[in-house]
């Protein structure tokens, strides 16, 4: 089978984003296991249906606007989730380590994302974006509709904010 089929692309966008893209659209669904699945599944049949000369090059940050788009849209008809999307993002680590490590390292983890959720939304997308999917800064801009220097604002404030409200930073 040629590379440039839809079916090749999306096995390996399927085998390289699945998971991934399952956990940041469990984030914005807040903690929707189900429907981020459902969410994903969409996203790759939208692949499936493209040419693939329309995400070449650029299939990452495709992947995640159609995802972030598709959640949204779910988001605006239904009403609001029960679990917030830092306890969703808490299910997301399965490895484990011996059992005080695991302990200190959950704590840490757990504080960290309860205190991303007091951020702003924005802050809070685009950390996300840049930490959980490991995202470039041109690929958060073009997912979320922001230019390239407003996401590294967005960023270096969030980190910054966060970084007080961790006790790290008591200049502030």
Same mark, same amino acid.
Not at 23 to 39: C, I, K, S, T
Not at 121 to 125: G, I, L, S
């Given at each position: 089978m040629p590379e440039d089929t839809p079916e090749s692309m999306v096995e390996t966008a399927h085998r390289d984003?699945? #998971?991934?893209? *399952? #956990?940041?659209?469990?984030?914005?669904?807040? #903690? !929707?296991?189900?429907?981020?699945? !459902?969410? +994903?599944? !969409?996203?790759?049949?939208?692949l499936y249906q493209q040419?693939?000369?329309? +995400?070449?090059?650029?299939l990452k940050s495709w992947l995640y606007t159609v995802t972030r788009n598709r959640a949204i849209d779910i988001l605006r008809k239904d009403k609001p989730m029960t679990l917030s999307s830092s306890e969703?993002?808490?299910a997301i680590d399965d490895w484990r380590l011996d059992p005080a490590a695991e302990a200190e390292r959950s704590e840490s983890h757990a504080e960290v994302l309860r205190l991303v959720e007091r951020l702003p939304?924005?802050?809070?997308?685009v950390i996300r974006l840049k930490f959980q999917a490991d995202l470039s800064y041109k690929? *958060?801009?073009? *997912?979320? !509709?922001?230019? +390239?220097?407003? +996401?590294?604002?967005?960023l270096h404030t969030g980190i910054k904010r966060l970084r007080v409200l961790m006790g790290l930073d008591p200049s502030l």
């Open positions: 984003f699945e #998971g991934p893209l *399952i #956990g940041y659209a469990a984030g914005l669904l807040g #903690g !929707d296991w189900e429907r981020a699945r !459902d969410v +994903v599944q !969409d996203t790759f049949l939208k040419d693939p000369a329309t +995400v070449q090059g650029r969703a993002f808490e939304e924005n802050q809070r997308e690929e *958060i801009a073009e *997912i979320t !509709d922001l230019s +390239v220097s407003n +996401v590294g604002f967005l």
